[in-house]
């Protein structure tokens, strides 16, 4: 018997943002479509599990990434969901509850203009932190060159971030303190691919044709509001993913993928600082010291720098992007070297010596004894405070009194909330797995060796993710046991089309360092319907499938050259299946 599956419309406009996302707020049922398929029904290519890309725990039948899995209800957990989807999505400011805290520099205000619906940031043709949809982080670091013997530049994995700004660089900041870069100063440009250095001619064939194009971005020394300012710098972009499926992700157990690692080195040379080949073992560098001191093999991000979801991304991102303090992160998201420009920057300084003397003024803290030379001492001192040794330096000043009476900026319960919601989050089912065309294309997508890298499925175990404080605290507090207060998913058939494994693809302007994680695949497909675009890659710089596909053999040393040479040549009809296929997934 065939069964309904319901599609939600979903697109959520910049004048939402200020508005819940709760279920009163979604479109009404006139924008419902139902379509009658052979959804959950198994055919000659597919196995009926695969139209749960999340498996039966972490699947949603609508056609949104903002659903809610299966435990989250059956855990009576849909309030705290809501709470959490609230946090995302709504504006973070200085003083106002809920959301206060917010600075004294930042990188966003808001969770969702990065994740525009909950999913990939958008291309931009600018960089303004403000610009809804600008998921870019800016990437400032010192290049150590190199180049594949058909010409192409990369960095090598021995280039490090610029210490003059943080890591995820803030251009917005309280006044009267200057960001620590200049934004009007940011130059972006994308530029068009002329040729392809591994000789793969910019047209099919059959005599149709594609383009490439990937950004340029540079940031004059001018721009950086620190003292000192950096030399020797190059930048990239890299933007946010989408967010729906991280608690699957989080629960595939580390003992299969260093099976997956064992695998792959046999074929392919892999991240030396994840891989020790000749140990065919993890190498030191793939482990990551949790805050309580557990290690744990890491698995999140491009650049494969977290190990748990509850240390990951996004319980990393509410703190830092708003910079947002909370119980186990105490402490500003600056650096020293901001934190000395500001201290000398005489307009800085007068501001505050002639609007600081206020109780209940946001600049108090900064005051201290009203001299220029007390001022710039404090300045120093609480903009400099950004590290947990120093949180007591930041509490003291700037907690202790107004403007916060030594509250929490973000409490734990709204954290709990907000990590509820994060690992809660389902992924879209599978679309049109009875049609003809998406199956020849999830067969031909095989053939060519697309899977080598974006393995279909996994299947999870048990789940043991790990607990961080702030988590253990609120769990404390309500007498649960921390262990079990997060959804979780054990023994899931889950297909991410990833596996969790960094390749290199060696194009032109890179990612850093040029090792990237596999993306997954599940939902993207929906980009279109649920963000208003369909980007892709690491920087967005592949407007559609086919410019994604084909960036992929852009040098011959790619992981993925063989398999991007044997797409080129296939028939029309062939890619055209592969694209329908992976928009399908």
């Not at 043709?125 to 192409?152: C, I, K, M, Q, W």
């Not at 199956?439 to 997508?445: C, E, H, I, N, W």
């Not at 044997?566 to 029309?572: E, I, Q, T, V």
Request: charged letters at 20%; a negative charge; one cysteine or more.
């Amino acid at each position: 018997m065939k069964r309904t599956m319901k599609i939600m419309m979903l697109g959520i406009a910049a004048s939402s943002l200020l508005v819940s996302c709760s279920d009163d707020d979604k479109p009404s049922n006139e924008n419902l479509v139902t379509e009658e398929s052979a959804f959950g029904k198994g055919n000659d290519v597919f196995t009926a599990s695969e139209w749960y890309p999340g498996g039966e725990l972490g699947t949603t039948t609508n056609a949104s990434y903002s659903a809610p899995t299966t435990p989250v209800s059956e855990m009576g957990l849909d309030a705290s969901f809501k709470k959490g989807e609230d946090n995302f999505e709504h504006l973070y400011t200085f003083t106002e509850a809920p959301r206060k805290g917010l600075g004294p520099a930042w990188v966003r205000n808001s969770c969702i203009y990065c994740h525009p619906s909950y999913g990939h940031g958008k291309r931009m043709t600018r960089y303004r932190a403000n610009d809804f949809g600008n998921g870019y982080l800016l990437v400032v670091y010192h290049p150590v060159e190199a180049y594949t013997s058909d010409g192409v530049r990369y960095t090598t994995n021995a280039s490090g971030y610029i210490s003059e700004v943080t890591g995820m660089p803030q251009t917005k900041a309280m006044s009267p303190f200057k960001a620590p870069i200049d934004e009007e100063q940011i130059d972006l440009q994308w530029l068009e691919v002329k040729s392809m250095p591994s000789g793969l001619p910019m047209q099919f064939p059959d005599g149709e044709s594609y383009s490439l194009i990937y950004p340029e971005i540079t940031i004059p020394q001018t721009a950086f509001n620190t003292n000192p300012q950096p030399t020797n710098y190059e930048v990239r972009l890299e933007s946010t993913i989408g967010i729906y499926g991280t608690g699957l992700l989080d629960a595939i157990d580390t003992d299969d993928m260093k099976e997956q690692y064992q695998k792959e080195s046999a074929f392919v040379e892999l991240n030396p600082n994840m891989w020790d080949k000749d140990a065919n073992d993890w190498a030191a560098g793939a482990y990551y010291t949790l805050a309580d001191g557990e290690k744990r093999i890491k698995k999140f991000t491009y650049a494969m720098t977290r190990a748990s979801l509850q240390d990951g991304a996004g319980a990393n991102a509410i703190w830092n992007i708003t910079n947002v303090t909370r119980s186990d992160r105490h402490y500003l998201y600056s650096t020293p070297a901001w934190a000395k420009a500001m201290s000398e920057d005489d307009e800085v300084i007068s501001y505050i010596q002639a609007n600081g003397n206020d109780q209940t003024s946001l600049l108090y803290p900064y005051y201290a004894d009203g001299t220029k030379e007390g001022i710039s001492a404090r300045v120093n001192e609480i903009l400099s405070a950004n590290n947990a040794s120093k949180a007591s330096t930041f509490e003291k000043y700037l907690l202790n009194g107004a403007p916060y009476n030594g509250e929490e900026e973000m409490s734990d319960r709204d954290y709990y909330d907000f990590m509820v919601w994060h690992r809660g989050l389902a992924v879209p089912a599978a679309r049109n797995l009875d049609d003809a065309t998406v199956q020849r294309g999830k067969t031909v997508f095989t053939q060519i060796g697309c899977t080598s890298c974006h393995r279909p499925s996994w299947k999870t175990k048990g789940d043991n993710y790990w607990v961080d404080n702030s988590i253990k605290a609120y769990a404390s507090s309500i007498g649960a046991d921390a262990n079990s207060v997060l959804p979780q998913y054990p023994n899931q058939t889950i297909w991410p089309y990833t596996d969790m494994v960094q390749h290199r693809l060696f194009m032109e302007n890179d990612i850093r360092t040029g090792w990237c994680r596999t993306t997954p695949l599940w939902g993207r497909g929906l980009s279109l319907l649920l963000t208003g675009a369909e980007d892709r890659l690491h920087d967005c710089r592949a407007r559609n499938e086919i410019e994604a596909i084909m960036w992929h053999g852009y040098s011959k040393q790619s992981d993925a050259y063989a398999s991007t040479v044997k797409f080129y040549n296939l028939s029309k009809e062939d890619r055209d299946a592969v694209v329908k296929f992976i928009q399908s997934i």
